[in-house]
């Protein structure tokens, strides 16, 4: 009885209960070097994978971090999901994309930073890949990172 009891509260809990959160760090664009970017010249990409095991609707926030401590806004929840045994990416073009859909602009030749955060029902498989170019394009570093949970 307790199990089943266990189970309907599960069911039952609502979309906003999400206990699973993601924080995803991303940095994309173009650096001229040194200030005001405090990054390296070069080009900085990021792919973060998101993978579930059955079918998970969920939701993303991005937010964006500015130099000196300054803080650069944030979406709106942006419902997403994916089916079971699938995966999607969330890539530069597509936080660019929701930033400017939220009214949040960068500006030309600064790359933007800050974090996707991915707020689930059900824990995920989420997982960072970052590159980076310098002279020729020519990718220089590329990392991959498992993003923890953390239970909100």
């Given at each position: 009885m307790k199990k089943l009891a266990?189970?309907?509260?599960?069911?039952a809990l609502p979309a906003a209960a999400q206990p699973y959160e993601y924080?995803?760090?991303?940095?994309?664009?173009?650096?001229?070097?040194?200030?005001p970017d405090n990054?390296?010249?070069g080009l900085y990409y990021t792919s973060i994978?998101?993978?579930?095991?059955?079918?998970?609707?969920?939701?993303?926030?991005?937010?964006?971090?500015w130099p000196g401590e300054k803080f650069?806004?944030?979406t709106k929840p942006i419902p997403s999901g994916v089916d079971a045994d699938t995966s999607?990416?969330?890539?530069?073009?597509?936080?660019?994309?929701h930033l400017k859909a939220n009214g949040i602009t960068v500006p030309p030749g600064q790359p933007a930073e800050g974090f996707v955060i991915i707020r689930s029902n059900?824990?995920?498989?989420?997982v960072g890949v970052?590159?980076?170019a310098g002279a020729g394009n020519l990718v220089s570093t590329m990392h991959m990172e498992r993003v923890p949970r953390v239970l909100r």
């Open positions: 266990l189970v309907i509260l599960l069911i924080a995803a760090k991303y940095l994309c664009g173009k650096s001229g070097g040194g200030a990054f390296a010249a994978n998101v993978h579930s095991d059955v079918k998970t609707p969920f939701t993303k926030v991005i937010t964006v971090s650069g806004g944030r999607l990416q969330v890539d530069c073009s597509n936080i660019y994309g059900v824990a995920l498989d989420v970052y590159t980076a």
